[in-house]
C-alpha cells in the first residue's frame, strides 16, 4: 500500500496561479519529486461535453495549474480521457466544451482521447478481471497523475481517484463491462482491478466546486467545497471524500478496498483541515440498509431498490443514451425513449450520459417503502 497521507489546502477560485501555489504547496509537505524530462499523462475526469461551470468535468484551470507544474521540471506532457458521449468523436466534442482544447493549444500540450491511439492487449492481475485493452498512452507514461473530480455518483455513490480511472477505457468495453460486472459489489471489484492496472503516481482532486445530488452528470447541482486534495494514495483519498460528503456508510468501492487491504482506515493521514459538508446524496438507496435486513431477503431487497430510467419532457430525442444502453433496453418512441424494463439491468448510463436532465431514476413502489423505512431510521 503507499503512503496513506493525505494533503488539503484551501482553494476558493479556479485561478491556476493561486491553484498552482496551492499544489507547490502540497508537493513541498509531501517531498514529491519529478524527475526532468519525465512523460506525463494527464488524466482528467471529461465525462462529457459540458460546460465547466456544470461541475461535472475537472475545471481547465486546475488541469492547467498541473500542466504547469509539470512544465517548469521539463516533462512530456499529455492529456487524455474517453467521455461517455456517443458518436463521432465524441470525445474530441468534450474536450472542445469542457475547455480542455483551450487550455492544451495555450499552454502548447498534447491532447488525445484514448480511443484514438493503439490499444494493446494486456494481461493483469485483477481479482475480476484478467485482462484489458489498454492505451498506449497508458503503457508508455514515466507517471499517470490523476485529476478527478469529487461529485456524487447515481450508481457507486461517489466517484473520485479510484473510479476516474474507468475513464482510461475506450470504445465499447466501458458499457459491456456494465454488463458483465454485476451487481454493484462486483462492479466495484472491477473499478479497483482497472484502477490497479493504471495506477497513479499522484491523484490530484478538484474539490473546489464540486457535484451533489443525481451525479455524476447533470442530475447533479453544483457544491462550493473549496479545497484541492492530493494524495499518492488513491484509496485514502477517496475515504476523505466519503466522509467530507457525509456518507453515513462506505460506499462499495471503500467496503471492497478494505477487504482486499488496499485501505486501511486507521493508517489514514490528514494534512489539512476538512468537515462533513453533508452533501445531497444520489437517490440511489445506501449501503447501511443492508445491515438492517435479515440476509435472506438482501437480494430481494436490492433487487426492489434498483432504480429505472423514466424520461421527461426536456428529451430532445438526441438518443445518446439508446446508444450507450449495454443491454438494447430503449428504442425511439414519439417524444422520448421507451423503456423495455425486464431488460434493463439499471447500470444508469443512460442518466449519466444524458446532457438534458431529461433522464430521472424511479424505484417501484416496494423500493419507495424500503426507501422511507431507511429515511426513518436516519440511513440515508
Ligand atoms: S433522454 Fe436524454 S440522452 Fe436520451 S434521447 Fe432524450 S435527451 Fe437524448
Ligand atoms: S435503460 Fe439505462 S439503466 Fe437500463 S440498462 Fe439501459 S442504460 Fe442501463
Known amino acids: 500500500m503507499s503512503d496513506s497521507k493525505v494533503f488539503i489546502q484551501d482553494c476558493n477560485d479556479y485561478n491556476s496561479e493561486i491553484i498552482y501555489k496551492k499544489l507547490c504547496r502540497i508537493f513541498e509537505q509531501m517531498r514529491f519529486k519529478v524527475p526532468k524530462g519525465s512523460t506525463v499523462l494527464l488524466k482528467p475526469n471529461i465525462l462529457s461535453a ?3 461551470s456544470k461541475s461535472i468535468t475537472t475545471h481547465p484551470e486546475m488541469v492547467r495549474a498541473v500542466v504547469k507544474y509539470f512544465k517548469k521540471q521539463k516533462c512530456k506532457i499529455t492529456i487524455s480521457d474517453s467521455s461517455s458521449d456517443t458518436g463521432n468523436s465524441p470525445t474530441n466534442r468534450a474536450f472542445i466544451k469542457t475547455g480542455m482544447k483551450k487550455i492544451a493549444k495555450q499552454e502548447k500540450v498534447d491532447l488525445v482521447s484514448f480511443e484514438a491511439t493503439k490499444q494493446k492487449k494486456v494481461k493483469t492481475k485483477g481479482k475480476v478481471l484478467k485482462n484489458i485493452m489498454k492505451s498506449e498512452l497508458l503503457l508508455k507514461s ?21 473510479k476516474n480511472m474507468y475513464g482510461t477505457l475506450s470504445g465499447s468495453q ?7 460486472y454485476q451487481p454493484i459489489e462486483r462492479f466495484s471489484e472491477l473499478i479497483i482491478d482497472i484502477y490497479e492496472a493504471n495506477k497513479p503516481t499522484l491523484n490530484i482532486m478538484d474539490a473546489i466546486v464540486c457535484l451533489e445530488g443525481n451525479g455524476p452528470g447533470t442530475g447533479g447541482h453544483p457544491k462550493k467545497v473549496g479545497k484541492i486534495i492530493v494524495s499518492e494514495n488513491g484509496y485514502a483519498l477517496d475515504y476523505i471524500q466519503q466522509k467530507i460528503m457525509g456518507f453515513k456508510s462506505n460506499t462499495s468501492v471503500i467496503e471492497q478496498a478494505v477487504k482486499r487491504g488496499y485501505l486501511n482506515k486507521e493508517e489514514v493521514e490528514v494534512i489539512g ?16 440498509i443492508k445491515d438492517l435486513l435479515p440476509s435472506f431477503i438482501v437480494g430481494y431487497a436490492f433487487k426492489q431498490l434498483q432504480r429505472k430510467p423514466v424520461f421527461n419532457n426536456k428529451c430532445t430525442k438526441c438518443a445518446e443514451c439508446i446508444k450507450i444502453c449495454p443491454v438494447d433496453a430503449l428504442k425511439m418512441g414519439n417524444t422520448q425513449p421507451k423503456l423495455n424494463k425486464n431488460r434493463c439491468i439499471s447500470c444508469h448510463c443512460c442518466h449519466e450520459v444524458c446532457r438534458y436532465t431529461a433522464v430521472l431514476l424511479k424505484p417501484n413502489l416496494m423500493g419507495k417503502i424500503i426507501n422511507k423505512i431507511a429515511e426513518l431510521a436516519n440511513l440515508t
Do not use: C, R
Open 50 to 52: 459540458v460546460e465547466p
Open 142 to 162: 514515466d507517471m499517470i497523475i490523476n485529476l478527478p473530480k469529487m461529485k456524487t455518483h447515481s450508481l457507486t455513490g461517489l466517484t473520485g481517484s479510484i
Open 174 to 180: 466501458k458499457q459491456k463491462f456494465h454488463y458483465d
Open 273 to 288: 483541515e476538512y468537515s462533513n459538508l453533508n452533501f445531497k446524496k444520489p437517490v440511489t438507496s445506501s449501503n447501511a
